[in-house]
DNA sequence: GCAGCTGTTAGTGG
DNA sequence: CCCACTAACAGCTG
């Protein structure tokens, strides 16, 4: 459930869930996923109350009428359930009842998601050096950004302390709408490519988020849809191609996104 | 059986 | 310091 838009849709799930309900008891599980001592967080959700949410690129942020709040990194495989059953569902790394009788698991089959106990998410975002919400970038501060680096386009858009929120699947998809090779450096963008890149990173993650949260389906004209070996080019330009930047699988197609000399 | 995977981080090396 | 690459984490899928 990781990038932004996913993280979006269980933004809205915990919203329409869990707020406003006292917490009446609270499991805990592997050690591993827990930031700070077990017991802290026992002691901070107990008797207490989710009162709203707030993401952060793909941190979910979870006030609390008293001491703060919970925040949710998701990792690969992390979600929220919510559920009015006795079961407890398998991977949960943390579940809390509420005083009605309903319950909210933290599921984690990979355990790569983390829990954090923070005062707010400014001063989250600050220790951790998180950079700006995808969202809520300007273009202003986007070109800011890539001034002076000098490594790969798709490095740099899944940099979380630049930008946060794009991760694998959709810095892909961001470069293919873009028509820019993955392995640009930054230094060779022209003013227009910069510019249609920023484009791009605003309309893939509204298109995707609002696909997510209202749970539709992608474009056709989406790579995503297409991110397998053997794929054909959503634009009928040709085969996909799968390479490693970053350290990570990249699809383009090799038509639409020529590679720089 | 084995490789690969929407994420992050530590370590290495250029 | 910046950047690229690798391994590691753990479970599931093809």
Redesign the pocket.
């Known amino acids: 459930?990781?990038?932004l838009p996913?993280v979006a849709y269980q933004k809205k799930y915990v919203d329409a869930t869990i707020l406003h309900k006292k917490i009446v008891k609270v499991e805990t599980g592997d050690k591993?996923i827990y930031q700070s001592d077990k017991s802290d967080f026992e002691e901070t959700l107990a008797n207490n109350q989710f009162t709203g949410s707030e993401r952060l690129?793909?941190y979910l942020f979870l006030n609390l009428e008293k001491n703060g709040g919970l925040v949710v990194?998701f990792?690969?495989t992390g979600k929220l359930e919510y559920y009015q059953h006795d079961e407890v569902p398998?991977?949960a790394q943390l579940t809390l009842t509420f005083e009605d009788h309903s319950r909210v698991s933290f599921t984690c089959?990979?355990?790569?998601g983390k829990l954090y106990l923070a005062e707010n998410l400014a001063e989250f975002q600050k220790a951790?050096d998180l950079g700006v919400d995808a969202l809520a970038l300007t273009k202003e501060q986007f070109f800011e950004i890539l001034e002076g680096?000098?490594?790969?386009i798709k490095?740099?858009l899944?940099n979380?302390k630049l930008i946060a929120g794009i991760?694998?699947?959709y810095a892909d998809e961001v470069l293919f709408q873009s028509k820019i090779h993955p392995t640009t450096k930054?230094d060779k963008l022209s003013e227009e490519e910069k510019q249609e890149i920023f484009k791009e990173i605003e309309k893939v993650l509204e298109v995707v988020k609002e696909a997510r949260v209202e749970g539709k389906k992608l474009p056709k004209s989406y790579l995503t849809t297409a991110?397998k070996k053997d794929a054909e080019c959503p634009r009928e330009n040709g085969e996909i191609e799968?390479i490693?930047?970053?350290?990570?699988?990249t699809y383009f197609c090799p038509t639409c996104q020529k590679e720089r000399s």
């Open positions: 459930m990781p990038e996913e591993k690129g793909k990194h990792g690969m398998k991977y089959p990979r355990k790569f951790n680096k000098t490594g790969t490095g740099l899944m979380q991760g694998n699947l930054v991110r799968q490693k930047v970053s350290g990570r699988t």
